[in-house]
């Protein structure tokens, strides 16, 4: 068995935090590369093979730690706190199940104290640089593929995040994860002095049971009996000063006493205090602390340690709120930079300006005014603004007076806007009502409520799209759009395109994560009209590659949507037009297939047959999509990249072809970007897995069964920067059939 490790180095104070990858440090292993070499370097999870059976895994994996960090004459390597293996769950095992080298390996979680750190001088001689990595970033990188990472540090990478999290969600388990490990903690522990007969029988420094008392011998061998046949021990733990005559001192925090033991046997000198105390709130919640004192240094030093700049506290309210009600316009004017939103809110509702207005800071309200993000009308549990608490303050003076005129001056101003396009070039100009921290979920409800579409039927249908010529994305239901658009030139493109300066835009589309199946049951005309609009668009794009009595349906169709009903010879006459033509065929068919007005002039004289008595727009446009939907290629997202061919006569040699990359919910469709011809299509019982490598998308396609019986495959390779984001959606495709083959 292959022991894939995570080695996890937490931040100060993070087991009293809410789970964020950023938390975290994570160990990997760097492959360093040869002078002259042009190879991209590999990081990956440290690995060891062991045999399960015969070896105890927790052992094994510490010492591999220890070796890997510099284990030597020096003593510079890592000593984990232990280590838990980590259980697969259902999306794993699906993993394994399409992939059968991944149930090979099994993820160790080895926690290491925050104060651990790698020996510079061994890591500059190490062959495999070890080093360690913010979590946040690692998983960042994960997911865009601007760092490789070998397929099962990527599979296990995920699922580690996923354990991570839980750990979190349940009271204590984080703490427990990273708590000192226990034959450490045993040299500041007093433990039970029963135990020191079996651990004398162990001793090299001439130290004999015999020397000790009668008595004591008697009396430990009985108690250890005792103990062990009413606790079933199977490890014992001791202090090994007891008994030896050296002087010690005991310093217990916590006791918990043996009901079995004699009460009459007591350790001199050890005090066992009644009840824990509880944290202090100011040490519980240090940030919440300096904002209502006013520190401004003092925030920034525990920012930059780890804490979090909106941690709700036992009340939930976040530092933010301190500053606001004690009136510290530093202190939020400080916590706004660092990038706290002005509209977090406590279980009330409240919002910093709720606070100011309430208690009449000014200043305070000038400062969240100006914030761009600032929801001037947010309201409280009770539906109250922050005007309305304003103006009802029972103590209202000069001071309520200003804030009032504030909130006035910041309602008059024109609220921030943003474009969102539709597929068939219109727009629509949304308010942001968080300001630049508007969510991608916050736009598609103000989007449904624009085409009166009903949230619990159309909520997860369609989708906020960033896109650019190079690059199209879809964003998650908690981006930020605003922010996507500002990095998108920073970062975006360039890593996941190599193109540079492109104007992204906005588009509400389809999602491409939803089956065919589930897209049938709409029959909203709105929403048949934005389906009807994409599937168009992709079709006169030639990234719909269909049969020629395809082609020829689809054009009658949309010769009935553009022109209505027409005589043949004026029907005919539309058609010679080579203008009103490529609104009916891809051009690359065109140029291929030579005049198809007489065919086309056929499906549509034919069109009682073809398409159906129903004339009406919405008609024509569902019977458009339903005739999409028998189209292999159909609701994929496309992505850009170069199909590597390898030549029969050459298998060395090979040729890169530009193709189009399309996932849906059949499986991946490869089309060669020039003629819009499909080269493979693929469903998922087809292919064994994939993954990514070096910016290589490689697919294990399954060979027919041989006469041998054994299962057999080919490797099919694509080279895109974009080949993380494909593995990641192929990955939650399988998932989705999974859950829905479960249910």
Avoid at 221 to 230: D, F, G, P, T, Y
Avoid at 421 to 431: C, G
């Amino acid at each position: 068995m292959e022991v894939v490790i995570a080695v996890i180095r937490p931040k100060p104070n993070v087991i009293t935090q809410d789970y964020r990858a950023r938390l975290y440090d994570i160990l990997l292993l760097d492959s360093k590369t040869p002078p002259g070499e042009k190879v991209k370097q590999s990081k990956y999870l440290p690995m060891l093979s062991m045999n399960i059976i015969e070896e105890e895994p927790r052992e094994l994996v510490l010492s591999h730690l220890y070796k890997i960090t510099g284990a030597g004459e020096s003593g510079a390597g890592i000593k984990g706190e232990r280590a838990i293996q980590i259980p697969c769950n259902d999306q794993v095992d699906l993993r394994i199940q399409q992939r059968e080298s991944l149930s090979r390996f099994s993820l160790f979680f080895v926690a290491v104290n925050s104060h651990d750190k790698l020996n510079k001088t061994f890591v500059d001689q190490a062959q495999h640089t070890p080093g360690f990595y913010q979590l946040d970033y690692v998983l960042e990188v994960l997911n865009n593929g601007s760092v490789n990472f070998p397929s099962p540090t990527r599979s296990l990478l995920a699922h580690l995040e996923r354990w991570l999290h839980d750990k979190h969600s349940r009271p204590g388990a984080a703490e427990f994860l990273f708590s000192q490990r226990t034959d450490f903690r045993i040299r500041l522990t007093v433990h039970n002095p029963v135990f020191i007969p079996s651990r004398l029988a162990h001793q090299n420094d001439g130290s004999n049971i015999s020397d000790l008392p009668t008595d004591f011998q008697m009396t430990a061998n009985e108690a250890l009996a005792k103990m062990l046949s009413i606790e079933k021990c199977d490890i014992v733990k001791m202090n090994p000063l007891f008994g030896s005559g050296l002087s010690y001192v005991t310093k217990a925090n916590m006791v918990v006493t043996n009901k079995f033991w004699d009460q009459g046997i007591v350790l001199p000198g050890l005090r066992t205090p009644s009840v824990m105390e509880e944290p202090k709130w100011c040490d519980k919640y240090p940030v919440h602390d300096k904002a209502a004192e006013g520190d401004i240094d003092g925030i920034k030093a525990l920012i930059q340690r780890g804490q979090h700049h909106s941690k709700k506290d036992s009340i939930s309210w976040a530092p933010i709120h301190y500053g606001a009600w004690y009136g510290k316009t530093d202190v939020v004017s400080v916590l706004l930079d660092l990038g706290c939103s002005p509209n977090v809110s406590n279980n009330n509702g409240y919002t910093p300006l709720h606070m100011a207005a309430q208690k009449g800071y000014p200043l305070v309200a000038k400062s969240l005014l100006l914030h761009r993000g600032i929801n001037v009308n947010a309201k409280d549990s009770s539906g109250r603004t922050a005007l309305d608490i304003c103006s009802q303050a029972p103590d209202r003076d000069r001071r309520h007076e200003e804030v009032l005129q504030y909130i006035r001056e910041a309602q008059m101003r024109p609220s921030m806007t943003i474009e969102i396009f539709l597929m068939d070039k219109s727009s629509k100009q949304l308010r942001l009502p968080s300001g630049h921290d508007t969510t991608v979920h916050q736009l598609c409800l103000l989007m449904l409520e624009e085409f009166g579409l009903p949230q619990g039927t159309y909520l997860d249908i369609f989708t906020i799209w960033t896109c650019s010529p190079s690059l199209q994305l879809q964003l998650k239901p908690d981006h930020k759009p605003t922010r996507e658009l500002e990095n998108w030139n920073k970062r975006t493109v360039h890593m996941l395109a190599g193109a540079r300066d492109e104007k992204p835009v906005l588009k509400w589309r389809r999602n491409a994560k939803i089956s065919v199946d589930r897209e049938k049951q709409l029959l909203h005309p709105e929403a048949i009209k934005m389906l009807f609009h994409e599937a168009y668009d992709n079709y006169i794009n030639a990234l719909y590659p269909c049969k020629d009595h395809d082609v020829l349906i689809f054009s009658a169709i949309l010769f009935c949507i553009y022109f209505g009903e027409r005589e043949s010879s004026t029907a005919k006459t539309l058609l010679s037009n080579e203008r009103y033509m490529k609104q009916l065929v891809p051009a690359v068919v065109l140029k291929a297939k030579g005049p198809l007005i007489n065919k086309i002039l056929k499906e549509y004289n034919n069109r009682d047959q073809v398409i159906g008595r129903e004339r009406s727009t919405f008609a024509l446009q569902k019977k458009f999509i339903s005739h999409c939907h028998q189209l292999t290629v159909y609701g994929s997202a496309f992505f850009d990249g170069k199909f590597i061919h390898q030549t029969q006569r050459t298998p060395r040699s090979e040729t890169n072809v530009a193709c189009h990359i399309g996932v849906n919910d059949v499986g991946l469709h490869i089309i060669n970007a020039q003629t819009k011809v499909m080269i493979h299509s693929y469903t998922y019982p087809e292919m064994k897995g994939w993954h990514e490598e070096e910016f290589v998308l490689e697919i294990h396609i399954l060979k027919p069964e041989s006469r041998s019986r054994r299962q057999q495959t080919n490797i099919m390779k694509i080279r895109t920067k974009q080949a993380g984001l494909i593995v990641n959606l192929m990955d939650k495709m399988v998932q989705m059939h999974y859950q829905s083959r479960n249910r």
